[in-house]
């Protein structure tokens, strides 16, 4: 067959188709992304995707938290309803843990949910709001929200911003309770990200003494709850090489308490399983009489 | 008016009060009169025929024709008055026979410069040449017919042989003190009465009625010469101040200060507050152009301990007339002390955290703390071993009377009993402690208050509101805004400055309320008020009103920790903690102790008598009238003197002493109160004693006390150059060696007057009707 250059792409002209292609298929894929706005946080569908699988990286923009929080099907909107007070968790940034980022939300929502159904049920008194609340540090509203959790912070890394908003929100009065961590390694983590957020105020041992085991139920012994897991099979109530449960803080200049760390114990997973047959109900009993003691101390003192 | 009645009648009307009327014509002429009348009757027939005649008179000349006979009688009938002789009978003192004393005001105010009349122009001038000037002093004049004793006074009246002795230079002029001691110095003779030459100035600290009467018991009228003029020209004074015996350390003291002027209407001048030396505040008061006084609110904190002299003074004024009245003294103890509050929270709340934290490092309030968290469990904070420890809300009188406030928060009316309510209500209205109410969903009307004694306690008025109706609907997004008492009152001072408070308030963050009060009940003020888009009227957010001798404040939003948490307020920004602060120091101010112990003043004239008052009451705040109260009074010198205060009878609980101040300086009392050797209590108090120059305030003449002196004792106020007037008034005074005097009235003008017009008016009526 004789060459003929009519019937026969040139080489320059399947150049210029493939540009072409490149180029709308780029015009197309940035279309479908909803082109990027020129300033503030992205929201993206992926973002909350991830941020519900718990593969969120980095600082999680507020937008993007309150579409997650639309995801979780809760029957009241925090927001329409005011209340006295609600169980939010921290959502931070971290490193990876177990393969993922959002060691913040390990026994999200279950756990909140559940805590709070037993605790408006023993402090009957609390104008509460019944079900779980999540805000990234960043958040501004935080402020309106003196009480906040945290787990598994051996995974925390908190951005500037972050540790900027919530050393604010500390100094200011917020009360910020951290559970559900184990071992040396997450201990130095946390140590780590507490001193560069409150660097001048030193982390102590909570005595038995102290107010905050005797509000409303009086505690007598620091309790190792272990994780579901461990605890429905009868296993070693440890993780990692924290054999031994502690209950810390951080006082401000005045002797306020501002954080409460629960080291070596999982208060939450013993809310969330806390109606599971196999799980001591010695451990769910104490990690609720801890956590009724954490919220009456942290609306009183 | 006088001048007037003196020209028709001849005498004043002073005489005309002293006399009797009588006729003194001899019988035959009261006969001769009764004859003329007997003429007068006669003539009105004839007059009657005589007109009865004419025929061609038009009706209205008809109507007239009685009265050239009603004229033409009543003219006889003056001068058969006249003929009568009439006369006024005084009973006038016996030449040279009676004593009248002259007492002059000695005191420092006499060398004011308002008396125009002097040759120097001072009132010191102005008595002495009326006194005894060059011609016709009015001691000549009274010498003419009076004994005269010459006296000067300044705190007491003493015997001057002349008015050399006359030095205008003492501290005081007590006036009515000053009159008795005049009197008393020439009891025993026939005195006509006392002359009191003095510019009204009176520094005495007891009421001058005592005195008064004293004098008009013993029969002494006063004769009083107004020196001075009874309005400066030219002058700022500050007249009043009211301050607080007692505040706490750290508090912000509110003066009420009365500034006087005369001549500077419409200007604007700087009201200085000194603290030992040191200018604590500035305060621009404008005087009205109008009026004359204004009353100025000043503040300013009070930090250092013990007892404070707070001066507060005016600057000088080009061409005012007297200086030394520019300024004035309190005397405020700063107290350091904890002030124990109660605080009665029914809910778990961010509120009541964040408000005891505010106040947490005041070391002058002591908050103890009562939450409940569940039904019937209660969480108690900072009880300590001063303070009883209950459970719930305390069901003793004893208990709750302890503390000097009550803050009660979220509980409904429905948790107490009708006895613990009265008993909140009682701590107020009786035991004289302040209650705060806080918003909350479960407080006020939204509480069930309403029907209940706990609406007595509200500031608002309360609505039915059934627990049917659930859940109270949130107000949010509430701004605040001062009110226009609110804009001057200490509570709202979140600032040093005034006006940067006033003006931080709209800018705070919103707040929410569960509270719809939007109506003040009687009596009560509001300090802030919001707009809600929920509400049409503005919805009360600060309000406060006297409940018997305490006061209950409302405070209606639930969630002013925004102001401490919100992420625009900055961490060192105090306005939170400012607001409870003060709001709770607000909340104390003014509550009285058990046992209380006062002096009457709190500054006074060295060798005054000072008496002490001391309350003394029972755990329940009952009075105790069986009770041994001693004071122990520190003097100036170091020196302790113990005074026995005893029950007063006049009061329940109230025990009184007195005490003769001698050295200058301050004084410290110290009040012990036993009841059958228990001890109830002790409570200290100062005061301290100065050369005050009372009598430089006020220091234009007082008519108003020169005036009362006279009437209440039956004399009469003249001026300086009336001594005829005043010699003729004592001599007609009922008192003294006396002798009758007839004057004759007959030859008073107003009968030639009366006579003229009716022989005129009968003149003019005949000629109308052409009989003339």
């Known amino acids: 067959m004789r060459y003929d250059p009519a019937t026969v792409p040139s080489r320059r002209t399947a150049f210029l188709v493939l540009v072409a292609a490149l180029l709308s298929g780029g015009v197309a894929a940035l279309v479908a992304r909803g082109a990027a706005p020129a300033a503030g946080p992205q929201i993206r569908a992926s973002d909350d995707r991830r941020v519900l699988r718990g593969r969120h990286r980095g600082p999680l923009p507020p937008q993007a938290m309150r579409t997650f929080e639309r995801y979780l099907s809760r029957p009241v909107d925090p927001y329409e309803v005011q209340r006295e007070f609600y169980f939010t968790r921290l959502a931070y940034s971290g490193h990876m843990y177990r393969g993922f980022a959002g060691s913040w939300s390990i026994d999200y929502p279950k756990a909140d949910r559940q805590f709070m159904i037993g605790l408006k049920r023993l402090l009957d008194q609390l104008d509460a709001y019944d079900y779980d609340h999540a805000l990234p540090a960043t958040d501004p509203d935080l402020f309106r929200f003196p009480f906040l959790y945290s787990v598994e912070v051996g995974y925390m890394a908190l951005s500037p911003a972050e540790r900027e908003s919530l050393r604010r929100y500390l100094l200011a009065g917020g009360f910020w309770v951290i559970d559900d961590f184990w071992g040396s390694w997450e201990w130095a983590n946390l140590e780590r990200e507490l001193s560069l957020l409150l660097p001048e105020y030193p982390i102590v041992e909570l005595p038995l003494d102290h107010p905050i085991f005797h509000c409303f139920y009086d505690v007598e012994e620091i309790l190792q709850v272990p994780n579901v897991g461990q605890g429905r099979y009868g296993g070693p109530t440890w993780e990692q090489d924290g054999f031994t449960p502690h209950v810390r803080g951080i006082f401000d200049e005045d002797g306020r308490l501002m954080v409460v760390i629960n080291w070596n114990t999982d208060l939450g997973d013993a809310w969330e399983w806390a109606e599971d047959e196999w799980y001591p109900v010695r451990f769910s009993h104490y990690a609720y009489q801890m956590g009724v003691n954490f919220v009456v101390y942290a609306m009183s003192h | ?772």
């Open chain 2, 1 to 772: 008016m006088v001048g007037l009645f003196e020209f028709l009648f001849k005498y004043r009307p002073a005489l005309f009060e002293e006399g009797r009327f009588t006729f003194v014509s001899p019988g035959w002429m009261q006969v001769a009169a009764l004859l003329a009348g007997g003429l007068l009757v006669v003539a009105a027939f004839t007059y009657r025929r005589m007109g009865s005649g004419a025929s061609d008179r038009t009706a209205a000349a008809e109507r007239l024709r009685w009265l050239p006979p009603v004229f033409r009688s009543l003219a006889i009938a003056v001068i058969v008055f006249c003929l009568l002789q009439p006369a006024l009978v005084l009973s006038t003192v016996v030449p040279q026979e009676t004593f009248v004393g002259v007492v002059v005001d000695d005191s420092r105010s006499m060398a004011m410069p308002d008396e125009a009349s002097a040759a120097d122009g001072t009132r010191a001038g102005a008595v002495l040449e009326a006194l005894s000037g060059e011609s016709g002093s009015m001691l000549d004049r009274l010498a003419e017919r009076f004994q005269v004793r010459l006296l000067a006074f300044g705190r007491s009246a003493e015997r001057i042989e002349s008015t050399e002795q006359l030095r205008f230079a003492r501290a005081d002029s007590r006036i009515g003190e000053a009159l008795v001691a005049a009197k008393d110095e020439l009891a025993g003779l026939p005195l006509s009465g006392l002359v009191v030459l003095s510019d009204g100035a009176d520094s005495a600290p007891a009421e001058l009625g005592d005195a008064l009467l004293t004098l008009k018991a013993a029969g002494t009228p006063v004769y009083t010469v107004g020196v001075g003029r009874p309005r400066l020209r030219k002058d700022i004074e500050v007249s009043r101040v009211v301050a607080p015996r007692r505040v706490l350390e750290g508090s912000t003291v509110e003066v009420e200060v009365t500034l006087s002027q005369a001549g500077f209407g419409g200007r604007t001048v700087d009201l200085e507050v000194e603290d030992d030396g040191r200018i604590v505040n500035v305060e621009q008061v404008t005087f009205p152009r109008g009026g004359t006084a204004v009353t100025a609110r000043v503040m300013f904190a009070a930090n250092d301990e013990g007892a404070r002299e707070f001066r507060f003074q005016v600057a000088g004024q080009p061409g005012e007339e007297l200086l030394l009245n520019n300024e004035r003294t309190a005397l405020v103890e700063v107290l350091k002390r904890r002030e124990k509050i109660f605080f009665f929270e029914g809910e778990p709340r961010d509120e009541s955290k964040f408000l005891r934290r505010a106040v947490s490092q005041d070391e002058n309030l002591h908050v103890v703390s009562m939450t409940r968290q569940a039904a019937n469990k209660f969480y108690g904070m900072n009880f300590d071993e001063d303070t009883r420890r209950f459970e719930g809300f305390p069901t003793r009188r004893e208990e709750l009377f302890e503390y000097s406030g009550v803050i009660l928060g979220s509980m409904e009316a429905s948790f107490f009993a009708h006895d613990q309510m009265r008993m909140l209500v009682d701590f107020a209205a009786q035991r004289g402690g302040g209650v705060l109410l806080l918003g909350g969903r479960r407080a006020f009307s939204e509480g069930g208050f309403s029907g209940t004694p706990l609406a007595e306690l509200s500031p608002v008025v309360l609505y039915d509101r059934p627990a049917e109706q659930g859940r109270p609907e949130l107000l949010t997004d509430l701004r605040l805004e001062l009110t226009p008492q609110g804009r001057a009152h200490p509570a709202t001072l979140l600032r040093d400055d005034r006006e940067e408070a006033n003006e931080l308030w709209p800018t705070l963050p919103p707040l929410s309320a569960y509270q719809r009060a939007t109506e003040l009940k009687a009596g009560a003020t509001s300090l802030l008020q919001a707009e809600s888009p929920m509400v049409s009227d503005p919805m009360i957010v600060l309000a406060h009103h006297r409940i018997g001798r305490g006061r209950a404040i409302a405070f209606t939003p639930h969630d002013s920790w925004h102001w401490q948490m919100s992420a625009e307020i900055p961490l060192e920004d105090q306005t939170h903690e400012r607001l409870w602060r003060q709001m709770l120091r607000w909340l104390v101010s003014y509550v009285p102790d058990r046992i209380e112990i006062e002096a009457d003043r709190d500054r006074f004239e060295p060798g005054s008598t000072v008496t002490l008052r001391a309350t003394v009451r029972d755990e329940a705040f009952q009075e105790v009238n069986r009770a041994q109260v001693v004071a122990a009074i520190e003097q100036p010198s170091g020196e302790e003197v113990e005074v026995p205060l005893d029950w007063s009878v006049e009061r329940d609980g109230e025990f009184v002493g007195t005490f003769t101040a001698g050295e200058s300086g301050l004084y410290r009392v110290e009040v012990d109160a036993r009841s059958e050797g228990e001890l109830l209590g002790v409570a200290t108090s100062r005061f301290a004693v100065d050369e005050l120059n009372e009598e430089l305030f006020g220091a234009a003449r007082r008519d108003s006390v020169l005036k009362r002196i006279a009437s209440e004792t039956g004399g009469r106020q003249v001026e300086l150059g009336q001594a005829d007037r005043l010699v003729e008034d004592l001599s007609v005074s009922s008192e003294g060696t006396l002798v009758r005097e007839a004057r004759d009235l007959w030859d008073m003008p107003i009968l030639f007057l009366m006579l003229i017009a009716l022989l005129g008016g009968e003149w003019a009526v005949r000629r109308r009707l052409g009989m003339a």
